[in-house]
């Protein structure tokens, strides 16, 4: 039969072997496995994660052979055990972005750390096995999204890992289980009727569902495949009038995927990942370096940093409605405002993860900050987190202006994390919930992942 665009991810999926993961990208993806588990780890101590854990405790009674986050006493089904880790991982915002946007590895590595327990002892998948169905997690995102022009841009319909995380997760929980290329194709089909969900959530305690939901339906896309379940085997070719996976964006012009032969290069050796310094929407990490630098001028000017000084701050940043937040009243509002991360920074000379408290928010002296912001939208500062910028400035009573832009901020992709950095994060995140010797047990784990004989030990 011919090949079409699904037979070829599913034909991909099934074919790809260890071998072609080049060093570069084992290297990137360890870095996001050990990243998105520290972050995972201190967001197992939120609300909304104690939400989402005594929803699945009380309403759903299975095996319980996998583990959550922070809670070494409690197991779960695999599913909801990947559902209520996926939760954590997004429960502040505090996870990995890539370009074209989503959050990839909240999607996937929940289903893969939930699936390596549920798979029997006999037949249980090393640290290579492990690596390998990460990274098909994450190319088959990557790949979705850049199907359309309107997924290169910050989001307006769906929240990108609500739609191509669960088709990640399936995929990668498909390669991780050996299904056959025909089931690996259905469990696309399947994980695509369970996918989508709308931005206007974003900045409300059920975002982190979104990443909960997409680590969980895909997973149980793929065992539903495992079953016999059968979907659409074009879903995600373009035909006329009957929409597939092209439901989700309104520009979609998918191509094959090459069955991998000697080398496949995947998509993380050509564009690595941003990690967030500190816990809110990645358009945040711009405007709060660009207030840093302004900051740092003010206090050259004036010995300290002085807000009677300041008359107006102006921010020149991207249209995006629901990121531009004058005044948030809660944590997750906080984190998706311009406006409150420029004025904390500005105020504190930092953001971190004091900084979306309650008492933090409300504080008198932010507020009176906020006032003074007044919102500009360039014209060339695109919502595309490849070319967007964030400029600070402070008009002040003298007359004078002090700027402080960023082009690009640490932890973006063109200016990565240092190992020494990367570290301090997990360490950080991972110290609310392990003592030391268990956060170094996982580092070195992670680093040495491609040795480890039983995943599940991860």
């Not at 996001?32 to 939400?51: A, E, Q, R, Y």
């Not at 102006?314 to 998706?336: C, T």
């Amino acid at each position: 039969p011919e090949e079409t665009v699904t037979s070829s991810f599913a034909s991909f999926i099934h074919a790809v072997r260890p071998e072609h993961l080049s060093k570069i990208v084992r290297h990137r993806s360890k870095r996001m496995i050990l990243d998105s588990i520290g972050v995972g780890l201190m967001g197992s101590t939120t609300h909304v994660f104690d939400l989402a854990l005594q929803y699945c405790r009380e309403l759903y009674s299975s095996v319980a052979v996998s583990s959550v986050y922070g809670k070494p006493g409690i197991k779960l089904s695999p599913t909801l055990a990947a559902f209520t880790n996926g939760v954590a991982t997004h429960s502040m915002d505090f996870d990995d972005t890539w370009h074209p946007a989503t959050h990839p590895s909240g999607a996937v590595l929940p289903a893969l750390l939930a699936a390596s327990q549920m798979i029997p002892p006999s037949t249980k998948p090393n640290g290579m096995d492990f690596l390998l169905a990460f990274n098909v997690g994450l190319e088959v995102q990557g790949r979705l999204m850049h199907f359309s022009t309107e997924a290169h841009n910050i989001p307006k319909r769906f929240h990108p890992p609500s739609v191509v995380g669960t088709m990640g997760s399936a995929a990668a929980t498909a390669k991780l289980l050996s299904l056959s290329t025909a089931q690996c194709a259905h469990a696309l089909g399947i994980a695509a009727s369970l996918a989508g969900a709308p931005m206007a959530n974003a900045a409300t305690q059920a975002k982190p569902l979104h990443i909960g939901n997409a680590t969980r339906l895909g997973f149980e896309a793929a065992l539903l495949a495992a079953r016999g379940m059968e979907a659409n085997p074009l879903i995600l070719d373009d035909i006329p009038g009957c929409s597939g996976f092209s439901a989700f964006y309104s520009v979609y012009q998918p191509k094959p995927l090459s069955t991998p032969s000697d080398h496949h290069e995947f998509l993380l050796e050509k564009q690595d990942i941003a990690f967030k310094r500190f816990p809110a929407h990645l358009g945040m990490h711009w405007v709060v370096d660009a207030a840093l630098s302004v900051r740092n001028l003010f206090i050259n000017y004036a010995g300290s940093f002085s807000p009677s000084l300041i008359r107006t701050i102006v921010l020149k940043i991207p249209v995006s409605k629901y990121i531009n937040r004058p005044f948030p009243s809660s944590e997750h509002q906080a984190r998706h405002s311009f406006q409150f991360n420029a004025c904390t920074a500005l105020l504190d000379g930092e953001v971190g993860l004091s900084s979306f408290t309650e008492s933090s928010i409300h504080r008198q002296e932010l507020r009176e900050l906020l006032d003074k912001v007044v919102v500009e939208h360039p014209e060339d500062n695109i919502a595309n987190f490849d070319k967007m910028y964030g400029e600070v400035a402070l008009l002040l009573h003298s007359g004078d202006v002090l700027t402080g832009k960023c082009d690009t901020f640490y932890g973006h992709w063109r200016k990565p994390l240092s190992k020494e950095s990367l570290l301090k994060k997990f360490c950080s995140n991972a110290s609310h919930v392990l003592p030391e010797e268990k956060i170094q047990t996982i580092i070195t784990m992670v680093d040495n992942l491609e040795d480890l004989s039983d995943s599940s030990q991860l």
